[in-house]
């Protein structure tokens, strides 16, 4: 797996909405988030899912939008600003070595891992902070992209979760992905 970051000027390229015909995000979300959950967009981006994902969880929800660079986080801002979704999406800067999520402990119902786990070097670390993270019975979305990400790799991830603790509870269906929807 690659351990680049996608650039943040790509981040543009990502919000455009001819994507929504391959990675729809009420549909890849509508299932897992309800009104009134806490929930985490790790590798937000500039808010692809993060904005739908307020929507989702409403007034009393909150979105934690965890991304390496600032410059995604700025935009991801703006965007919620436009949209007057500032209210229950809080942005925050990780570390190249850490979600930044200590103060999480136990607090959050799902976490959204789209199309970044093959960038993170300490795969381990990422998922014991998420798994950390996590309510008990919490879940955890991971989808990565066909061709860029080997099916072996995938499932390579796939076996540490199940070492640091969650269980498979299915393969959802998402475009162009390897997907796995995991329980705490």
Known sequence: MSNSVCPWWLGYFLLNPVRSIIHSPEKVLKSHVNKGMSVLDIGCGMGYFSLPMAKLVGDKGRVLAIDLQEKMLTALN????????????????????????????????????????????????????????????????????????????????LNLTRSIGFNLTEKPEVGKSFSALLKK
């Open 78 to 157: 703006r965007r919620a600003m436009k949209a007057s979704l500032t209210n229950n999406i809080e942005t925050r800067l990780c570390l190249s070595k850490s979600l930044n999520i200590d103060d999480l402990t136990g607090t959050i119902d799902f976490a959204l891992a789209f199309a970044m786990v093959h960038e993170v070097p300490d795969k381990d670390r990422l998922l014991l902070e998420i798994h950390k993270a996590l309510k008990p019975g919490g879940k955890l979305l991971i989808a990565e992209p066909k061709g860029h990400v080997k099916e072996k790799d995938f499932n390579d991830c």
